[in-house]
């Protein structure tokens, strides 16, 4: 039971925050995401996830091109030292704050090695319309 509630809540996450990755982002999204940085609730299931939350916002904050990137980049960093996945997700987050394209894209590598093939394509696809948008 509690393993299905947590899948739930996240899969309710993930939808609440789904815009943010559209193109452009949906309306508002970004200020819900960065919203919860610097909560201190230290429940189960946000020790579970605050690796990955935290890289998400780092990521969010820079494509938004929020103010407060370089906070959420270094909390990020903070944050994902030992998990892989969310190590590589802030890794993608710094590359594009650089605008390095061949960065984002050497991300894909880790995703796939992870067994991520969603991220790994997110990465080739930022990659590639970083590159269009920052000429």
């Known amino acids: 039971m509690a393993a299905s509630v947590a899948f739930a809540r996240c899969a309710e996450h993930i939808d609440r925050f789904a815009g943010i990755f559209a193109d452009p982002p949906a309306a508002g999204t970004t200020g819900r995401l960065l919203a919860g940085a610097g909560d201190s609730r230290n429940s189960w299931s946000r020790q579970l996830w605050h690796q990955w939350i935290t890289a998400l916002r780092a990521e969010a904050a820079v494509l938004a091109r929020d103010p407060g990137a370089d906070d959420h980049l270094a909390a990020a960093r903070s944050a994902a030292s030992l998990n892989p996945v969310a190590r590589a997700l802030t890794q993608r ?43």
Do not use: H, I, N
């Open 93 to 135: 987050a710094e590359s594009l704050a650089r605008g390095d394209t061949a960065a984002v894209r050497a991300t894909a590598t880790a995703f796939a090695r992870a067994g991520y093939p969603y991220q790994k394509s997110r990465s080739l696809l930022l990659a590639d319309r970083w590159r269009v948008t920052s000429l």
